[in-house]
């Protein structure tokens, strides 16, 4: 039997950069809430041990109502390798800052799934999967992107022993003495490839692209380089920097520019620099290839390959894939979402439409995150972007419902580092 909770002004759902972010402004503003799901979670059990961040260092750190925890701070405190700009933030590191953030500004978190979201007596009604069912005036949806893994048609009916997507790991454990087909071009096709080679893990990588783009190696930039393309949180240039910046601006663009500028090929496929000497020349490539079919014989995985330059074709056999095919955000494949309310929510190519409050079409119900993109920009890909709507959030909430005395102190994390 369900147990029905108390009510709650804001539900947060979500518990990676965005949620923990927003958490620790309301927090900080009075404004009560309560947040669920696993702190750091598909950082911590959706990517795999040794993969590097491909943002600046100085550009994924959590937003907190002083600016004062940063990734720096956070390794200068443990005396740890560090540097805003020229060496990669490992992902073991990231998720730890991540954790510690969780520690000091977000206690609370409840560790449980959100299964049904509906309308209620007073906003929402959420029910969870340990049973219990809240009443929510407000309900912020801060996700992240496991949810849209996308996968190329004609895979739904392989199983999941041969077939998986790159989001779904993890440990490569698993993939120990299989020969495995990595298919895609960006960071994550590279990074795993590269992850199963090291670990002597027999891998292929498969492009559609005809070749494999890398980012450049950072380097000290001269003041011209800076001055015609500045650097942003989320690339360099001055579109970037003004997307990065300022994403209220972008909201009232026409909605055409919105969607082009949140899926700009900029973006990628690109592959961090510090991956290049990991991949090229250790992990075989078949580059310039189109995927034309796939099946299953004898317990292998078949794919259908066609080069791009001539079309002739070529089958390639593999005891697994990995289809590193990105995501694609569509609202219907939030399965807490109950039917009629999501059919209630405006769109813009399966995202919500968002107003300047981040809030659908449907009173009360928010989204941040990689969902917002098509609304506020490309920002809300990046970590980097997990600040605006944390502040705005709490500014705007706090001027609509009413502040209560907050119930959480900020843990002061205690510094390793010797005076």
Not at 75 to 80: G, Y
Not at 188 to 194: E, K, P, Q, R, V
């Given at each position: 039997?369900?147990?029905?909770?108390?009510?709650?002004?804001?539900?947060?759902?979500?518990?990676?950069?965005?949620?923990?972010?927003?958490?620790?402004?309301?927090?900080?503003?009075?404004?009560?809430?309560?947040?669920?799901?696993?702190?750091m979670?598909?950082?911590?059990?959706?990517?795999?041990?040794?993969?590097?961040?491909?943002?600046?260092?100085?550009?994924?750190?959590?937003?907190?109502?002083?600016?004062?925890?940063?990734?720096?701070?956070f390794?200068?405190?443990?005396?740890?390798p560090?540097?805003?700009?020229?060496?990669?933030?490992?992902?073991?590191?990231?998720?730890?800052?991540?954790?510690?953030?969780?520690?000091?500004?977000?206690?609370?978190?409840?560790?449980?799934?959100?299964m049904?979201?509906?309308?209620?007596?007073?906003?929402f009604?959420?029910?969870?999967?340990?049973?219990?069912?809240?009443?929510?005036?407000?309900?912020?949806?801060a996700?992240?992107?496991?949810?849209?893994?996308?996968?190329?048609?004609g895979?739904?009916?392989?199983?999941?022993?041969?077939?998986?997507?790159?989001?779904?790991?993890?440990?490569?454990?698993?993939?120990?003495?299989?020969?495995?087909?990595v298919?895609?071009?960006?960071s994550?096709?590279?990074?795993?490839?590269?992850l199963?080679?090291?670990?002597e893990?027999?891998?292929?990588?498969?492009?559609?692209?005809?070749?494999?783009?890398?980012?450049?190696?950072?380097?000290?930039?001269?003041?011209?380089?800076?001055?015609?393309?500045?650097?942003?949180?989320?690339?360099?240039?001055?579109?970037?920097?003004?997307?990065?910046?300022?994403?209220?601006?972008i909201?009232?663009?026409?909605?055409?520019?919105?969607?082009?500028?949140?899926?700009?090929?900029?973006?990628?496929?690109?592959s961090?620099?510090?991956?290049?000497?990991?991949?090229?020349?250790?992990?075989?490539?078949?580059?310039?290839?189109?995927?034309h079919?796939?099946?299953?014989?004898?317990?292998?995985?078949?794919?259908?390959?066609?080069a791009?330059?001539?079309?002739?074709?070529?089958?390639?056999?593999?005891?697994?894939?990995?289809?590193?095919?990105?995501?694609?955000?569509?609202?219907?494949?939030?399965?807490?979402?109950?039917?009629?309310?999501?059919?209630?929510i405006?769109?813009?190519?399966?995202?919500?439409?968002?107003?300047?409050?981040?809030?659908?079409?449907?009173?009360?119900?928010?989204?941040?995150g990689?969902?917002?993109?098509?609304?506020?920009?490309?920002?809300?890909?990046?970590?980097?972007?997990?600040?605006h709507?944390?502040?705005?959030?709490?500014?705007?909430?706090?001027?609509?419902?009413p502040?209560?005395r907050?119930?959480?102190?900020?843990?002061?994390?205690?510094?390793t580092?010797?005076?």
């Open positions: 039997m369900a147990r029905l909770g108390n009510s709650v002004d804001v539900a947060i759902i979500g518990a990676g950069p965005y949620g923990l972010s927003l958490t620790a402004h309301l927090t900080a503003r009075g404004v009560e809430h309560r947040i669920f799901g696993e702190p979670g598909p950082w911590k059990n959706n990517m795999p041990p040794g993969m590097l961040l491909k943002s600046y260092p100085w550009a994924t750190s959590l937003s907190d109502p002083g600016s004062e925890f940063t990734t720096r701070s390794c200068t405190e443990r005396a740890l560090y540097h805003d700009e020229l060496m990669p933030l490992p992902l073991n590191r990231f998720v730890e800052y991540g954790e510690t953030f969780q520690t000091r500004y977000a206690p609370n978190v409840e560790r449980k799934t959100l049904t979201l509906e309308p209620g007596p007073t906003g009604r959420a029910s969870f999967s340990d049973g219990e069912t809240i009443n929510a005036r407000r309900v912020v949806v996700v992240g992107l496991y949810p849209f893994k996308h996968l190329p048609p895979t739904e009916h392989l199983p999941t022993d041969l077939c998986s997507h790159s989001g779904e790991y993890g440990s490569i454990a698993p993939l120990r003495g299989k020969n495995v087909i298919v895609g071009a960006g994550s096709a590279t990074d795993l490839a590269a199963l080679h090291e670990q893990i027999s891998v292929s990588l498969v492009t559609r692209t005809p070749h494999l783009n890398f980012a450049c190696r950072p380097r000290p930039r001269t003041l011209f380089e800076r001055i015609a393309a500045p650097m942003s949180g989320i690339g360099n240039g001055w579109t970037m920097a003004v997307c990065a910046k300022y994403p209220q601006l909201r009232p663009l026409k909605q055409d520019l919105r969607v082009r500028l949140a899926n700009s090929k900029v973006y990628g496929p690109l961090s620099a510090f991956m290049k000497d990991r991949v090229i020349g250790k992990v075989p490539l078949l580059l310039g290839r189109a995927l079919g796939i099946e299953t014989r004898n317990g292998k995985v078949v794919l259908d390959l066609a791009d330059d001539d079309n002739s074709r070529q089958s390639l056999r593999a005891d697994h894939v990995i289809f590193a095919t990105g995501y694609k955000i569509d609202i219907t494949r939030l399965g807490f979402l109950e039917e009629r309310l999501a059919r209630r405006r769109r813009i190519e399966q995202a919500p439409l968002l107003s300047a409050h981040y809030e659908s079409s449907v009173p009360g119900l928010h989204f941040i990689p969902v917002a993109a098509n609304s506020f920009g490309p920002v809300c890909r990046f970590v980097y972007g997990a600040s709507p944390a502040q705005h959030l709490a500014r705007y909430l706090s001027a609509v419902l502040r209560v907050p119930t959480t102190k900020f843990q002061t994390v205690e510094s580092v010797l005076s």
